[in-house]
Each structure stands twice: as structure tokens, then as C-alpha cells.
T-cell receptor, first 114, second 109 residues
Framework: EAGVAQSPRYKIIEKRQSVAFWCNPI?????LYWYQQILGQGPKLLIQ????????DSQLPKDRFSAERLKGVDSTLKIQPAKLEDSAVYLC????????????FGPGTRLTVT | GIQVEQSPPDLILQEGANSTLRCNFS?????LQWFHQNPWGQLINLFY???GTKQNGRLSATTVATERYSLLYISSSQTTDSGVYFC???????????FGKGTRLSVIA
């Protein structure tokens, strides 16, 4: 069974530029999550989708971050404009359905904002 | 919200040694997972263990939900066990997984 796929693996941009990350979850997984992991800390949830609907985006900085999962499968997370403090690893995870199921993580995208 | 504390924050082991990592949480949980984050950043699932005991090779885990803690045991450690071990918990169907700060393990040959 293929795992969670993410791209790109690395991205370097200048502040005020925009960037987009892509995630394809495990086949059949209805729930998709985006996490932000700052160096030295544990991952923090940004947004959770159930199929193509948003379940929780309370910790997403909506003035600059946006995410979509239009067809209920793959998802895109965008940052526009980027700030220095957005430098982090962005992790995508998926689970069969809901938060009480085991979550599986992709390899992450390491973003550096200069 | 729920608080998660992991200990110790750092651990250095000689290859072949055993270790116990601890995760304390502040409320009842319905979801508890242990992850290993390897040096390349990949989070690898170790155990899904909201209660009880599980074993997988040299690793085992026990969660005592009533006392709000979980333990991860690593026996006969190898250099490939190095990395950061995270505990993450959730206590309802609508709250996100909350991660601890992790235990950084270094196994030296």
C-alpha cells in the first residue's frame, strides 16, 4: 500500500513570495490533515479535512494560509505572502476517518523563507 | 486543552542498552500514538495504543489510561533507533492530536 505522498520535498523562497505544497493521502482515507512543525517542536495541526469539507481550521493563519481539497482526494496548502517565521516542515497526514483513527504521515516539505 | 509531557527530553545510549520513554497527559484520551521521527524528518508510526500493551519486535508500549501515562520501551537499542520519539494524544472525535515536545534519542556504537 502506497503511503502519503508530498511534494516538493524542499523549497526555498524569499519573504513576501508565495508557495504551494501538494499532498496525496493513502487511498481510501477520508480524513486529511496539514501540520506545521517548527524546528525543535512537535507538529501542530493547521487544518483538517473530512472528504472535501473543512472540519477544523482554527489554527490556520487565514490571512496568509489557505488550503483546499476540491475532489476529496489530494490537497494543496498555500502560503501567500510568506514570512520568515513560516520556515518549518509542513507535514500532511491521513486517516481512514476522523481523529480517533490512526494517522499516517507523509515525508514533509521543508520550507525555508529568507 | 489537553497537555502532553514527554520525558526525558534527551537520552544518549550505548548500542545494546535498553530504555524507557514516558508520556504523561492531562486528560482522558481516546487516541494515543507513538511516532519515531528519523533524521530525515519522516514520522514513522510505532504504535496506536489508547490503552493496553503492544509489542513489535524490540519495541513495546503500555498505556495506563486511568493514570494518564504511556511508556515506550526500546530494548537492545541500535544506532538506527536514533531520532526523536513523539507521543500524540486526542481525547474526542473533534479535537486534534496534540503532540508532546518529543524525546531525542542518540544511540552510539
Amino acid at each position: 500500500e502506497a503511503g502519503v505522498a508530498q511534494s516538493p520535498r524542499y523549497k526555498i523562497i524569499e519573504k513576501r513570495q508565495s508557495v504551494a505544497f501538494w499532498c496525496n493521502p493513502i487511498s481510501g482515507h477520508a480524513t486529511l490533515y496539514w501540520y506545521q512543525q517548527i524546528l525543535g517542536q512537535g507538529p501542530k495541526l493547521l487544518i483538517q479535512f473530512q472528504n472535501n469539507g473543512v472540519v477544523d481550521d482554527s489554527q490556520l493563519p487565514k490571512d496568509r494560509f489557505s488550503a483546499e481539497r476540491l475532489k476529496g482526494v489530494d490537497s494543496t496548502l498555500k502560503i501567500q505572502p510568506a514570512k520568515l517565521e513560516d520556515s518549518a516542515v509542513y507535514l500532511c497526514a491521513s486517516s481512514l476517518t476522523g481523529l480517533l483513527n490512526e494517522q499516517y504521515f507523509g515525508p514533509g516539505t521543508r520550507l525555508t523563507v529568507t | 486543552g489537553i497537555q502532553v509531557e514527554q520525558s526525558p527530553p534527551d537520552l544518549i545510549l550505548q548500542e545494546g542498552a535498553n530504555s524507557t520513554l514516558r508520556c504523561n497527559f492531562s486528560d482522558s484520551v481516546n487516541n494515543l500514538q507513538w511516532f519515531h521521527q528519523n533524521p530525515w524528518g519522516q514520522l514513522i508510526n510505532l504504535f496506536y495504543i489508547p490503552s493496553g500493551t503492544k509489542q513489535n519486535g524490540r519495541l513495546s508500549a503500555t498505556t495506563v489510561a486511568t493514570e494518564r501515562y504511556s511508556l515506550l520501551y526500546i530494548s537492545s537499542s541500535q544506532t538506527t533507533d536514533s531520532g526523536v520519539y513523539f507521543c500524540a494524544v486526542g481525547n474526542s472525535g473533534n479535537t486534534p492530536l496534540v503532540f508532546g515536545k518529543g524525546t531525542r534519542l542518540s544511540v552510539i556504537a
